[in-house]
């Protein structure tokens, strides 16, 4: 497609439901990127990819959250056992270039998880 | 640590007003500098970009910004506003060494009046 893609956008999910958020990049972007927007926040980096490695996890807030990308191209979000402190859109975001110093971010449109 | 500050929570304007929005950065090393737009409803889009260079960029839409290195600042400007302009705007700020990761802003929510 020519943007970013992200399904669902809307999510509601009882607490202690397991959550899965997809991904599908603009095709050739080898860098993708999850961040976690609060109400009311900017953009909180959660883990980086280059093509299907992932090469920083440092942002993800606790082991109930796991991100892939398989093949290089679309990737997951799962989180686990969601807690309403897990409510907030989740944004991915894709870019041509390997690095910052050269890269524009093409973010998709979010999805908005709301945890009751 | 590193951050980014826009003490501009929310910012309303009449149309045809002058904007400034500010920015300043907490990061060690050269810096890549951005300004991100969100429209209502839409995704959030590049509006400029510093890397080096004239420390004055011009983006889309009219808007340009000023990178002062001695200020660490990065303030996003448009002489005149437009009703269109309503949108929530976001200064981001990469390390030039070779880095990937983005620091963002809290963001500014401008509401412009016709």
């Known amino acids: 497609g020519a943007g970013v893609s992200q399904s669902p956008r809307y999510k509601v999910a009882k607490r202690g439901q397991d959550v899965a958020l997809r991904c599908d990049p603009i095709s050739g972007h080898v860098s993708l990127f999850w961040y976690q927007q609060a109400l009311g926040q900017g953009p909180e980096f959660l883990t980086y990819?280059?093509?299907?490695?992932?090469?920083?996890k440092s942002g993800l807030p606790s082991d109930r959250f796991f991100a892939e990308r398989p093949e290089g191209s679309v990737s997951t979000l799962k989180i686990q056992r969601t807690q309403q402190e897990d409510s907030a859109v989740y944004l991915c975001?894709?870019?041509?270039?390997?690095?910052?110093?050269?890269?524009?971010?093409?973010f998709g449109e979010g999805s908005r998880l709301t945890v009751l | 640590a590193q951050s980014v500050s826009q003490h501009n929570h929310h910012v309303i304007l009449s149309e045809a007003a002058s904007l400034e929005l500010g920015c300043n950065y907490s990061?060690?090393?050269?810096?890549?500098l951005f300004w991100y737009v969100q429209y209502p409803g839409q995704h959030l889009q590049l509006l400029l970009k510093?890397?080096?260079?004239?420390?004055l960029v011009k983006g889309i839409k009219g808007f340009e910004a000023e990178f002062i290195k001695s200020k660490f600042s990065f303030n996003l400007r448009k002489p005149s506003v437009q009703w269109s302009d309503t949108a929530e705007y976001f200064c981001?700020?990469?390390?030039?060494?070779?880095?990937?990761?983005?620091?963002f802003g809290t963001g500014t929510r401008l509401k412009v009046l016709a």
């Open positions: 990061y060690g090393g050269t810096v890549n």
């Open positions: 981001a700020v990469t390390s030039t060494s070779g880095t990937y990761k983005y620091i």
């Open positions: 990819f280059q093509n299907e490695a992932q090469l920083d």
């Open positions: 975001a894709s870019s041509l270039a390997w690095l910052a110093d050269t890269g524009e971010l093409f």
């Open positions: 510093y890397f080096s260079g004239d420390p």
